[in-house]
């Protein structure tokens, strides 16, 4: 951070607050806040390099964003509309890279970055406005976030999570600048909050969460209802006219995602997912200090913050948290660490009246400091790909899964562009990211995210989030699909049919296994379309499935494709 923004910074500090040692002229002070800063930076720099990846499902939005610049519309299949994403405002600024020329694959990566920067310094001017410039334990928060391999591996992703993490903690702290001012035109906070909720269907809660004590403090004659009823127009009108046009462009009220991924309350999973957390980064070992911030704070920030993260927990364990690592509970780390830090500054402060344990205070604190950041970072250094994970996959596996499809549909883009594949072949996939995005073929998801007919079929038993639904056989005869992603891996090095039969059961009905080879790799997938059909599109291709009788069960479960 140049030394010619801080300067004004430091400058309003003293100003405001008059504080000015003369033992610590300030160009020391100066110089040790840019040695602060950089120090963040190369330990967030480190994080993202780190814990970079790029995940299969930002392809997704990117589909919709390419088919929006092409004149489709906000679509996953030309002529079907089907809302598969849930991060409305994310598929905007894709579609917007793509129009000037930027890939999203980049552009996408390039914002979450500067995103989790931008959160980062937001963090520390907040921490810094409410405690001085002068105050290390401005420094906390942000230094256990860069060293969160959550907080930094979500920074990439593709996925919208940090812009997202972005804009609700910018809303929360104009809107208490707003309050402290006792604005009558609490407008600005209002505008973010909207941007959240077109970001991701949470930031409804949030809003919700604002506008309750918003409402309470009307009751409690502390604002005006006038200021409430200003605050509460623009995100009315900017999300409940979203509303209106998904209703109106999509024919439902919500996200064909939710649909597909939340079919009821599911407690246990999502105490799973919250108790994984814990266990990975031993977060309970500081939440006291959490609860000893609001206690002895007892300030409208610390209601705000802990309602927050309480409110918002309650939520990530009725849906059963997600399947992705912790990429749902990014949105409060801000909150929650600089709630903790809060409270370890507040039992060293105690020091100032009682004289006599003053020192053992200051130790106390940064022990408190010092096993926070470490064994974050301890955690987020540590592989966990090989792991059980209650279906909760790693950064690692999702890196490992994306990279491989798209490699595989970069693969099969190529032979399109050459000829030798159509663009017309009708897909089905069960990782309906980077292969149907490279391809643009036509796919059928089998999970149901991009798929009504899918997401709305009865669920037997629960499973993986987001997997506990399947594409039947007569669905997938009726869109006659070409290429089933049988194997979840449609591009292999090597003929695995070789000497095995050449039908895999799907539920009670067999389907029928082709292989082809092109250069040194093989096309292999499940296919429900006649003969003449598969001619058309892979005449030009080796046919190499032999005729073989090696039982099925060599590929393990035959009941559900793609596992």
């Given at each position: 951070m140049?030394?010619?923004?801080?300067?004004?910074?430091m400058?309003?500090e003293?100003?405001?607050?008059?504080?000015?040692d003369?033992?610590?002229?300030?160009?020391v002070?100066?110089?040790?806040?840019?040695?602060?800063?950089?120090?963040?930076?190369?330990?967030f720099?480190f994080?993202?390099?780190?814990?970079?990846?790029?995940?299969?499902?930002?392809?997704?939005?990117f589909?919709?964003?390419?088919?929006?610049?092409?004149?489709?519309?906000?679509?996953?299949?030309?002529g079907?509309?089907?809302?598969?994403?849930?991060?409305?405002?994310?598929?905007?600024?894709?579609a917007?890279?793509l129009?000037?020329?930027?890939?999203?694959?980049?552009s996408?990566?390039?914002?979450?970055?500067?995103?989790?920067?931008?959160?980062?310094?937001?963090?520390?001017?907040?921490?810094a406005?409410?405690?001085?410039?002068?105050?290390?334990?401005i420094?906390?928060?942000?230094?256990?976030?860069?060293?969160?391999?959550?907080?930094?591996?979500?920074?990439?992703?593709?996925?919208?999570?940090?812009?997202?993490?972005l804009?609700?903690?910018?809303?929360?702290?104009?809107?208490?600048?707003?309050?402290?001012?006792?604005?009558?035109?609490?407008?600005?906070?209002?505008?973010?909050?909207?941007?959240?909720?077109?970001?991701?269907?949470?930031?409804?809660?949030?809003?919700?969460?604002?506008?309750?004590?918003?409402?309470?403090?009307?009751l409690?004659?502390?604002?005006?209802?006038?200021a409430?009823?200003?605050?509460?127009?623009p995100?009315?009108?900017?999300?409940?006219?979203?509303?209106?046009?998904?209703?109106?462009?999509?024919?439902?009220?919500?996200?064909?995602?939710?649909?597909a991924?939340?079919?009821?309350?599911?407690?246990?999973?999502?105490?799973?997912?919250?108790?994984?957390?814990?266990?990975d980064?031993?977060?309970?070992?500081?939440l006291?200090?959490a609860?000893?911030s609001v206690?002895?704070?007892?300030?409208?920030?610390?209601?705000?913050?802990?309602?927050?993260?309480?409110?918002?927990?309650?939520?990530?364990?009725?849906?059963?948290?997600?399947?992705?690592?912790f990429?749902?509970?990014v949105?409060?780390?801000p909150y929650?660490?600089?709630l903790?830090?809060?409270?370890?500054?507040?039992?060293?402060?105690?020091?100032?009246?009682?004289?006599?344990?003053?020192?053992?205070l200051?130790?106390?604190?940064?022990?408190?400091?010092?096993a926070?950041?470490?064994?974050?970072?301890?955690a987020?250094?540590?592989?966990?790909?090989?792991?059980?994970?209650?279906?909760?996959?790693?950064l690692?596996v999702?890196?490992?899964?994306?990279?491989?499809?798209?490699?595989?549909?970069?693969?099969?883009?190529?032979l399109?562009?050459?000829?030798?594949?159509?663009?017309?072949?009708?897909?089905?996939?069960?990782?309906?990211?980077?292969?149907?995005?490279?391809?643009?073929?036509?796919?059928?998801?089998?999970?149901?995210i991009n798929?009504?007919t899918?997401?709305?079929?009865?669920?037997i038993?629960?499973?993986?989030?987001?997997?506990e639904?399947?594409?039947?056989?007569?669905?997938?005869?009726?869109?006659?699909?070409?290429?089933?992603?049988?194997?979840?891996?449609?591009?292999?090095?090597?003929?695995?049919?070789?000497?095995?039969?050449?039908?895999r059961d799907?539920?009670?009905?067999?389907?029928?296994?082709?292989?082809?080879?092109v250069?040194?790799?093989?096309?292999?997938?499940?296919s429900?379309?006649?003969?003449?059909?598969?001619v058309?599109?892979?005449?030009?291709?080796?046919?190499v499935?032999?005729?073989?009788?090696?039982?099925?069960?060599?590929?393990?479960?035959?009941?559900?494709?793609?596992?």
């Amino acid at each position: 951070m140049p030394l010619g923004i801080i300067t004004p910074l430091m400058t309003w500090e003293e100003t405001r607050t008059g504080r000015n040692d003369p033992r610590e002229p300030l160009p020391v002070r100066r110089g040790l806040v840019a040695l602060a800063f950089l120090f963040v930076g190369v330990l967030f720099a480190f994080g993202v390099y780190h814990h970079y990846f790029l995940g299969d499902d930002c392809f997704i939005s990117f589909r919709y964003a390419r088919h929006l610049v092409d004149g489709e519309g906000l679509v996953w299949n030309p002529g079907e509309r089907v809302e598969g994403y849930t991060n409305f405002l994310w598929v905007l600024l894709m579609a917007g890279s793509l129009f000037i020329g930027i890939p999203p694959e980049v552009s996408s990566v390039s914002m979450g970055v500067a995103s989790g920067a931008g959160l980062l310094l937001a963090l520390l001017l907040f921490s810094a406005h409410r405690w001085g410039w002068d105050d290390p334990f401005i420094w906390v928060a942000p230094l256990a976030l860069a060293a969160n391999r959550s907080f930094t591996g979500w920074s990439t992703g593709g996925l919208e999570t940090m812009f997202f993490t972005l804009l609700v903690f910018l809303a929360f702290t104009v809107y208490l600048r707003e309050r402290d001012r006792d604005s009558s035109i609490p407008v600005v906070s209002s505008l973010l909050f909207a941007m959240a909720a077109l970001t991701r269907p949470e930031g409804l809660l949030f809003v919700c969460i604002a506008g309750v004590l918003f409402v309470v403090e009307i009751l409690r004659r502390k604002r005006s209802l006038r200021a409430g009823l200003v605050w509460a127009a623009p995100c009315a009108l900017i999300v409940g006219t979203h509303l209106l046009w998904r209703h109106a462009y999509y024919g439902a009220w919500l996200p064909n995602s939710f649909y597909a991924k939340v079919p009821g309350a599911w407690w246990e999973q999502g105490w799973r997912y919250l108790t994984l957390f814990a266990d990975d980064y031993r977060i309970v070992w500081f939440l006291p200090l959490a609860v000893a911030s609001v206690v002895m704070g007892r300030r409208f920030v610390h209601v705000l913050f802990a309602g927050t993260v309480t409110a918002y927990l309650v939520y990530v364990a009725g849906v059963g948290g997600d399947r992705f690592e912790f990429r749902f509970l990014v949105v409060v780390f801000p909150y929650t660490y600089w709630l903790i830090t809060d409270g370890v500054r507040r039992i060293v402060g105690l020091g100032a009246a009682m004289a006599r344990f003053r020192r053992l205070l200051r130790t106390f604190g940064f022990a408190v400091v010092a096993a926070l950041v470490l064994t974050t970072l301890g955690a987020s250094l540590r592989s966990v790909a090989d792991e059980p994970r209650y279906g909760i996959a790693s950064l690692e596996v999702i890196r490992d899964y994306a990279k491989r499809r798209a490699d595989a549909g970069k693969f099969l883009m190529r032979l399109i562009d050459i000829g030798v594949l159509p663009g017309d072949v009708i897909l089905g996939a069960s990782g309906a990211g980077a292969l149907p995005y490279y391809t643009d073929w036509p796919t059928v998801d089998l999970l149901g995210i991009n798929d009504k007919t899918v997401a709305r079929m009865p669920i037997i038993d629960r499973g993986i989030i987001g997997h506990e639904r399947w594409a039947p056989y007569d669905y997938l005869l009726k869109r006659q699909v070409v290429i089933l992603d049988t194997f979840n891996r449609v591009v292999f090095d090597e003929n695995i049919l070789d000497g095995r039969s050449r039908f895999r059961d799907y539920g009670s009905t067999p389907v029928l296994l082709k292989a082809y080879r092109v250069d040194d790799k093989y096309l292999i997938f499940g296919s429900l379309v006649p003969d003449e059909e598969l001619v058309r599109v892979f005449g030009r291709l080796e046919s190499v499935v032999p005729e073989a009788t090696t039982p099925l069960s060599v590929f393990g479960r035959s009941d559900k494709l793609g596992e």
